[in-house]
């Protein structure tokens, strides 16, 4: 009589089985899987190393408005990397956040000077005196960021605005006209370019909200022409009716939205000259 074979005998038959036909379904080392099969699991990027660490570190501590711990994480890479023009630059704008001009000019010197194809640092040095209210010496470090990056929205923006405090309005026009055509939602954002501060402060806000409409009406744009002479209305401005007459204002003149604000302020003798300004 012949013995049965015990069950584990046939499950390890069947294990064996299964695992030869699971080895004949996979790819040899050098060929590609067929298609339809199961692809090699992508683990992701690299784990930083200490010096990427330090730098995200720094970042955070910047965007969290701890500037002084900031100060002492750039302060750390630099000894690392003492020529690093953009460790520099970023210690720099803590110091300006920390309204500590000297020191913050010191390290916008020595970024601008360490790349002198880096136009962020001459910006910024820039942007402290305009903080300090020294508006001449601002437009002379806007106009050089601008010669080294003339592409750089934020540049002209600033460039404009210490026109604009400087009473120069036609070249703060022109200078807005510049940032706009090369960042058309320049002045619909607050946010800081990165390693370029920007400062938006002015005063007699009237005139420089009609200026603004007056830009934006050369560039064609009537819902923001609207918006800002509505603006500017609303500041206490009394030269509005001059859109009316103003050539710059003749592409928009006759848009419902910009007649909406200036039939508020146009007077009824200047109405029929309203729709041919310059006439």
Not at 34 to 46: D, F, L, M, R, Y
Not at 109 to 114: F, M, T
Not at 246 to 273: H, M, T
């Amino acid at each position: 009589m012949k013995c049965k074979p015990p069950d584990w005998v046939f499950l390890g038959l069947l294990l064996i089985a299964a695992t030869s036909h699971l080895a004949a379904q996979q790819p040899a080392p050098d060929q590609p899987a067929k298609t339809g099969q199961s692809q090699p699991i992508n683990v992701g990027p690299a784990p930083l190393g200490p010096k990427e660490m330090q730098e995200e570190r720094a970042k955070v501590q910047i965007a969290e408005k701890r500037y002084e711990a900031a100060i002492q994480s750039y302060q750390e890479l630099l000894k690392a990397d003492p020529k690093n023009a953009v460790f520099m630059n970023m210690i720099g704008i803590a110091y300006l956040d920390l309204s500590n001009y000297d020191q913050a000019k010191k390290y916008f010197a020595r970024s601008a000077k360490a790349d002198k194809k880096y136009s962020s640092p001459v910006n910024n040095l820039g942007m402290v005196y305009y903080h300090q209210k020294n508006f001449r010496g601002a437009i002379r470090e806007y106009q050089r960021a601008a010669i080294i990056d003339p592409d750089q929205a934020g540049t002209h923006s600033n460039l404009g605005f210490a026109y604009y405090n400087s009473n120069k309005y036609p070249e703060a026009a022109a200078e807005f006209q510049k940032a706009l055509e090369l960042d058309p939602t320049i002045f619909e954002r607050n946010d800081r370019a990165g390693a370029m501060v920007q400062d938006r402060s002015v005063t007699n806000h009237g005139l420089f909200f009609f200026t603004m409409a007056k830009v934006y009406a050369q560039k064609g744009d009537a819902a923001h022409c609207a918006e800002y002479l509505r603006k500017s209305l609303d500041e206490g401005y009394k030269d509005i009716g001059k859109a009316a007459t103003d050539p710059a204002f003749k592409d928009v003149i006759n848009d419902p939205d910009v007649q909406a604000v200036l039939v508020r302020v146009v007077p009824a003798e200047q109405k029929g000259s309203a729709t041919h300004p310059g006439a």
